[in-house]
C-alpha cells in the first residue's frame, strides 16, 4: 500500500493548536517534533545525564513541526487537498510505501564489533562464522543497543577480562546488554538492578533471545542509591561490578560498591565526562 507522509511546519506557540484541528479533520498518527518540549523533557530528567549530544541538540534548535500520514489514494489525497486548502500553507509531502516503513529503520543498525571477542548483532541479521561471540538485541526497544560509545567502553573491558565462571552485577542494567555480555563470555551467574521496571522486561527478552538459561540471571527493580533492602538482597562476591551511568549516580554509589565485590573483584564505570573525572 502506497502512503502520503506528509510534513507541516509549525511554531511552538501554534503547535498544539494545529494537531488538535488536524485530529478534527480524521488525521490520525500524529508525530510531534517540538524544541519546546524537548528541553522540557531534558529538565525533568536531569539526574540521568550529566551532559546532551551535540548533534541531538542541533537537530532540535528551532524545530517545530507535525508529521503525520494519509493512504495514497482518492479519499487520501482528497483529504490532503481539503487540509491544504483550510490551513492556507505550505506542506512538504512524499510517496512511501509499507515495504519503505518495514525495512528502512532497519537500515539504521549494524553489528558492532567489540574487543577480539564479542559482537552486538540485530536480531533479524545473519551471524558470519568466524569464532566472535553473537549477542542478538532487537534495537527497535526503548533502551540501547549498544551503539553508544559508554557502553562500547564497558563492553570492551568485558572482552578483555577472563569472566569463565565468575558472577557479575550490572547496576543501571537497562536493556540487559552489558549482563548478557558477561554470561555469553563466560559468567556462570549475573545480575541486573535498574530503576526503570520496563528494564527487568526488555533484559529477559534479550536473554531468551540469546539463549540465556533463566536461573543464570536474576533481575531486580529499585533504586540501588537509596533502598537499603535492595542493596543488602544483592549479596556480594561479585567478580565484576558494572555501572555504565552518569557522574552524579557513580560518585554516591562508588561509596559502597566495595561490599557487592569479591576481594579481587573489579568495578567497571562508563559514563563520567571529562571535566567530571576530578569529583569521581
Known amino acids: 500500500m502506497q502512503w502520503l507522509e506528509v510534513l507541516l511546519q509549525s511554531t511552538s506557540a501554534e503547535i498544539g493548536l494545529l494537531s488538535r484541528q488536524l485530529e478534527e479533520w480524521g488525521v490520525d498518527g500524529i508525530c510531534i517534533e517540538d524544541e519546546r518540549d524537548f528541553q522540557e523533557f531534558l529538565e525533568r530528567h536531569r ?19 507535525i508529521r503525520f500520514y494519509l493512504p495514497d489514494d482518492a479519499a487520501g489525497n482528497q483529504k490532503l487537498q481539503q487540509i491544504q486548502m483550510a490551513l492556507a500553507r505550505p506542506l512538504s509531502i512524499r510517496s512511501l510505501s509499507d515495504t519503505d516503513w518495514a525495512d528502512d529503520w532497519k537500515r539504521q543498525f549494524q553489528s558492532i564489533e567489540i574487543g577480539a571477542k564479542l559482537r552486538i548483532l540485530p536480531d533479524w541479521m545473519d551471524a558470519p562464522d568466524d569464532g566472535r561471540v553473537n549477542l542478538r538485541l532487537e ?13 562500547k567502553m564497558c563492553l570492551e573491558a568485558l572482552d578483555k577480562m577472563e569472566l569463565d565462571g565468575k558472577r557479575a552485577l550490572d547496576l543501571g542494567c537497562g536493556s540487559g546488554i552489558l549482563t548478557i555480555a558477561a554470561l555469553l563470555l563466560g ?14 522486561s526488555a533484559a529477559r527478552e534479550n536473554a531468551m533471545r540469546n539463549g540465556i538459561a533463566p536461573e543464570r540471571l536474576k533481575l531486580c527493580t529499585g533504586d540501588i542509591l537509596h533502598e537499603e533492602r535492595l542493596q543488602a538482597s544483592l549479596g556480594g562476591g561479585y567478580d565484576v561490578v558494572l555501572a555504565n551511568i552518569v557522574a552524579d549516580v557513580i ?6 560498591t566495595r561490599r557487592f565485590l569479591a576481594p579481587e573483584g573489579r568495578f567497571v564505570v562508563s559514563g563520567v565526562i571529562d571535566d567530571r573525572v576530578q569529583t569521581s
Open 251 to 256: 560518585i554516591p554509589l562508588s561509596t559502597f
Open 139 to 151: 534495537p527497535g526497544n526503548a533502551f540501547g543497543t549498544g551503539s553508544h560509545a559508554t557502553t
Open 47 to 65: 539526574e540521568c545525564w550529566d551532559y546532551v549530544d551535540e548533534g541531538l541538540t542541533q537537530h532540535y534548535q528551532g524545530l517545530s513541526q
Open 187 to 200: 559468567c556462570s551467574m549475573a545480575t541486573g538492578c535498574d530503576r526503570n521496571p520496563d528494564a527487568q
